[in-house]
């Protein structure tokens, strides 16, 4: 998988290419998915949400430029998946995931894996976590209308924040960096996730 779709398609962060590698992805799909575990295509997980196809995990993680010491919050913990590859690449990882069952099952698995460096809450993560805050990295695992101010405004400067941006059905990955009187923005390419639900998301599914 790595080597086909992830290094062959631009990833080049070797941190990145060994946490995908180190990850066992099958373990965060249902057991009749497993065999489609590794392939390079989004998997349902359950409660209408999906876990991303793994070159969109890589680019979205090799966005946020992790160095090892950072405090990264993600919005939309899902199979925890993405959570699991932040947690080998940062110091602290804070996930936030609206849908209850998803977080319990995330959670369980992985504290079995022996994630100690993850917490989850149940919350609208369009908020993001405000207690925890500021955070060096956002990185957002569904579609948004526009850039939600408050995660914006829990980065610490020069942070970086990844997320997907458009309508209900496709969207542009956008990397911004908080500077000094602006936000620089940046557009990674097109994208489709499903949407980011809440107050600074949308309404509903």
């Known amino acids: 998988m790595v080597e086909e779709q992830i290094v062959s398609r631009g990833i080049k962060d070797p941190r990145v290419i ?42 979205m993680t090799e966005a946020l430029q992790l160095k090892g010491n950072e405090k990264v919050l993600e ?6 998946y993405q959570s699991a590859i932040l947690a080998e690449l940062a110091e602290r990882v804070f996930s936030i995931e609206r849908i209850r069952a998803l977080a319990i099952k995330a959670r369980q698995l992985l504290y079995e894996l022996g994630y100690i460096n993850i917490e989850i809450k149940i919350f609208d993560g369009t908020y993001g976590w405000a207690e925890e805050a ?31 941006v458009g309508d209900a059905y496709v969207q542009d990955l956008i990397r911004v960096t908080k500077t000094k009187g602006e936000m620089k923005k940046e557009d ?8 980011l639900i809440g107050k600074y998301g949308w309404e509903s599914e």
């Open 18 to 59: 060994a946490a995908m590698k180190k990850v066992p992805r099958h373990l965060f799909v249902e057991e009749a998915l497993q065999s489609q575990a590794y392939s390079d295509h989004p998997l349902p997980i359950g409660e209408k949400q999906t876990i991303s196809q793994p070159y969109m995990v890589a680019l």
């Open 134 to 164: 500021p955070f060096d990295g956002i990185i957002v695992t569904a579609g948004a209308p526009d850039i939600p101010q408050p995660l914006v405004d829990q980065l610490v400067m020069d942070g970086r924040l990844v997320i997907p």
């Open 188 to 195: 990674l390419g097109g994208c489709r996730f499903v949407k």
């Open 75 to 80: 919005i939309g913990a899902g199979s925890g």
